[in-house]
């Protein structure tokens, strides 16, 4: 009885909505846009004053300043309210969070703005600058090929190329390709004169700054050279064939060939393949002629990739020497697979492969608004869980 008595009262009871405070709502809403109109307005200000700051500051110390004036200067903001005689009673943590964080995304993004082109420029030309070969032999050419990049453009750039020997300079006709930022060109050395060289690029930007880059190559008949065997030999399948090579053509790896006769390109490994300068072949492979009389013809080949540019840049050493060779009655010569360049993007090789790289494409990435974006949705799904569980 006295439990359908408790059912009962129960239901009597009524629910009662809280009474809403009209008055009271419109002026928290009223006051808490002109806290934030007025913190976006003082960001605008700081902002200002921030890049003037950041424009007569030595490199060093342009962001630890800029930034403790910023995060100082938000003290202020209690004060500018008050002189205004705004209501902050309730205005409570969440209030003053908001304030501040509309304060600091205004201040970042106009002074991200002001500091970058066309507002401000700070950054002279980027140049990657590279000698193809630095070591060449007489009768080759040299390849001096630049990536020349800036944020507001290049203004003109300038290349002289010295004899260190005698002295001379001279100034050749240089620009930049628009399409890839790539300006080349090619000294051919017509007295085929031996010795360094030294080469200086200077470019300007719109804002007259300025970057110059130096360098050196040099002309020497020995750039590569044939060690073994002995010119005028005869060869069998199993003679080895040596080859030395300046490990300073290039900072880079570089393919060794030889033809025979002028025919197809017969590509070298390395007898150490971390050891750039010396390479072994043989008269096994393809390209060779039995019981024969060849000629045989060194080569090198320099190649060089810039910065997230996929543009092979190239260009050939010439052994200067010809090799004479006879090759015995040998049924083995000339029947093996050539070697070929390492793939690598494939993690399996054929047999038939060069036992070192060559330079390849290397495009390089910076984090940017993917990254951003995806931490945004972790934090929103976080929050989502969380809201979630207090229900």
Same mark, same amino acid.
């Given at each position: 009885?006295?439990?359908?008595?408790?059912? !009962?009262?129960?239901?009597?009871?009524? $629910?009662?909505?809280?009474?809403?405070?009209?008055?009271?709502?419109?002026?928290?809403? !009223?006051? &808490?846009?002109?806290? #934030? *109109?007025?913190?976006?307005?003082?960001?605008?200000?700081?902002?200002?004053?921030?890049?003037?700051?950041?424009?007569?500051?030595? =490199?060093?110390?342009?962001?630890?300043?800029?930034?403790?004036?910023?995060?100082?200067?938000?003290?202020?903001?209690?004060?500018?309210?008050?002189?205004?005689?705004?209501?902050? #009673?309730? $205005?409570?943590?969440?209030?003053?969070?908001?304030?501040?964080?509309?304060? %600091?995304?205004?201040?970042?993004?106009?002074?991200? /703005?002001?500091?970058?082109?066309? *507002?401000?420029?700070?950054?002279?030309?980027?140049? =990657?600058?590279?000698?193809?070969?630095?070591?060449?032999?007489?009768?080759?050419?040299?390849?001096?090929?630049?990536?020349?990049?800036? &944020?507001?453009?290049?203004?003109? /750039?300038?290349?002289?190329?010295?004899?260190?020997?005698?002295?001379?300079?001279?100034?050749? &006709?240089?620009?930049?390709?628009?399409?890839?930022?790539?300006?080349?060109?090619?000294?051919?050395?017509?007295?085929?004169?031996?010795?360094?060289?030294?080469?200086?690029?200077?470019?300007?930007?719109?804002?007259?700054?300025?970057?110059?880059?130096?360098?050196?190559?040099?002309?020497?008949?020995?750039?590569?050279?044939?060690?073994?065997?002995?010119?005028?030999?005869?060869?069998?399948?199993?003679?080895?064939? =040596?080859?030395?090579?300046?490990?300073?053509?290039?900072?880079?790896? *570089?393919?060794?060939?030889?033809?025979?006769? +002028?025919?197809?390109?017969?590509?070298?490994?390395?007898?150490?393949?971390?050891?750039?300068?010396?390479?072994?072949?043989?008269?096994?492979?393809?390209?060779?002629?039995?019981?024969?009389?060849?000629?045989?013809?060194?080569?090198? =080949?320099?190649?060089?990739?810039?910065?997230?540019? +996929?543009?092979? $840049? &190239?260009?050939?050493?010439?052994?200067?020497?010809?090799?004479?060779?006879?090759?015995?009655?040998?049924?083995?010569?000339?029947?093996?697979?050539?070697?070929?360049?390492?793939?690598?993007?494939?993690?399996?090789?054929?047999?038939?492969?060069?036992?070192?790289? %060559?330079?390849?494409?290397?495009?390089?990435?910076?984090?940017?608004?993917? %990254?951003?974006?995806?931490?945004?949705? $972790?934090?929103?799904?976080?929050?989502?869980? !969380?809201? !979630?569980?207090?229900?």
């Amino acid at each position: 009885m006295a439990k359908k008595k408790k059912i !009962k009262e129960e239901e009597e009871i009524e $629910f009662k909505l809280p009474k809403f405070d009209e008055e009271k709502f419109i002026r928290r809403e !009223k006051r &808490n846009i002109k806290t #934030t *109109f007025i913190s976006f307005l003082f960001g605008l200000i700081i902002a200002l004053i921030s890049y003037f700051l950041w424009t007569n500051l030595s =490199e060093n110390l342009k962001w630890p300043l800029v930034l403790l004036f910023a995060l100082f200067s938000a003290s202020w903001l209690k004060y500018i309210f008050v002189k205004l005689k705004i209501d902050l #009673t309730d $205005f409570g943590n969440k209030g003053w969070a908001g304030a501040i964080t509309v304060y %600091l995304f205004t201040w970042l993004l106009l002074l991200t /703005i002001l500091c970058n082109p066309p *507002f401000y420029d700070a950054a002279p030309p980027h140049i =990657e600058v590279v000698a193809l070969p630095q070591i060449q032999e007489p009768g080759g050419t040299v390849k001096i090929v630049a990536k020349i990049v800036d &944020n507001v453009g290049i203004k003109s /750039i300038n290349l002289s190329i010295t004899d260190l020997q005698k002295g001379n300079t001279f100034y050749p &006709n240089v620009s930049v390709n628009e399409s890839n930022n790539i300006m080349s060109y090619t000294f051919s050395n017509p007295n085929n004169k031996t010795g360094e060289f030294k080469y200086t690029l200077i470019a300007k930007d719109v804002n007259n700054l300025v970057t110059v880059k130096n360098g050196t190559f040099k002309y020497d008949s020995y750039a590569v050279v044939l060690t073994i065997p002995e010119n005028g030999s005869i060869l069998y399948s199993y003679t080895p064939i =040596e080859f030395r090579v300046d490990k300073d053509v290039s900072k880079e790896n *570089f393919r060794v060939y030889y033809r025979v006769n +002028d025919g197809p390109e017969i590509n070298v490994s390395r007898v150490d393949k971390s050891d750039k300068s010396t390479y072994r072949s043989s008269a096994e492979y393809k390209g060779w002629l039995r019981n024969e009389n060849v000629t045989l013809k060194a080569y090198v =080949e320099v190649i060089h990739y810039f910065t997230n540019l +996929d543009q092979k $840049f &190239n260009n050939t050493i010439k052994d200067t020497t010809t090799y004479h060779f006879k090759t015995a009655d040998d049924p083995n010569i000339g029947t093996k697979d050539r070697l070929i360049p390492k793939d690598p993007y494939k993690s399996k090789q054929p047999k038939n492969t060069l036992n070192y790289y %060559l330079p390849y494409y290397k495009p390089t990435q910076t984090p940017g608004f993917e %990254l951003i974006t995806l931490l945004v949705a $972790f934090l929103a799904v976080v929050l989502l869980f !969380k809201n !979630k569980k207090k229900k």
